[in-house]
């Protein structure tokens, strides 16, 4: 069975800082292009970030553009999200995925995934 796992969620303030982790299990994605997305309460699934397979490119989505960072480390078959200045508006379950979009980057590219993570939950207090 091939699933991946992420890791760090938790309980951080206004303004503070996190990081996530996504490690596979049952196969590697290397040659995957990964990204994250998030769901809010009440709310659809939204695309966060994305890192093709080499590394060479990424992709944010506006909101959280300059303050989320990912990135990959295929030797270890992980990828990463580290997130600054959280706000109480980037509370939400965030999941990893693995796939090639049909199209830019986007909340739609959350059709084309092919591999999922069950989600950590990030909870930022004002």
């Known amino acids: 069975q091939v699933y991946l796992v992420e890791s760090g969620g938790g309980l951080v303030q206004d303004g503070g800082s996190l990081r996530l982790s996504c490690a596979p299990s049952g196969r590697t994605f290397v040659n995957f292009d990964m990204a994250w997305f998030r769901q809010a309460p009440g709310k659809e699934h939204e695309f966060v970030a994305a890192?093709?397979?080499?590394?060479?490119?990424?992709y944010y989505a506006d909101s959280v553009k300059g303050r989320f960072t990912i990135s990959r480390d295929n030797v270890k078959n992980t990828i990463y999200l580290q997130m600054d200045k959280l706000s109480p508006e980037d509370t939400a379950v965030y999941y990893c995925?693995?796939?090639?979009?049909?199209?830019?980057?986007?909340?739609?590219?959350?059709?084309?995934?092919?591999?999922w993570g069950k989600g950590t939950l990030v909870t930022v207090s004002s």
């Open positions: 890192i093709h397979w080499s590394g060479s490119s990424t």
């Open positions: 995925a693995a796939g090639a979009p049909r199209s830019p980057w986007s909340s739609a590219a959350y059709y084309d995934m092919e591999y």
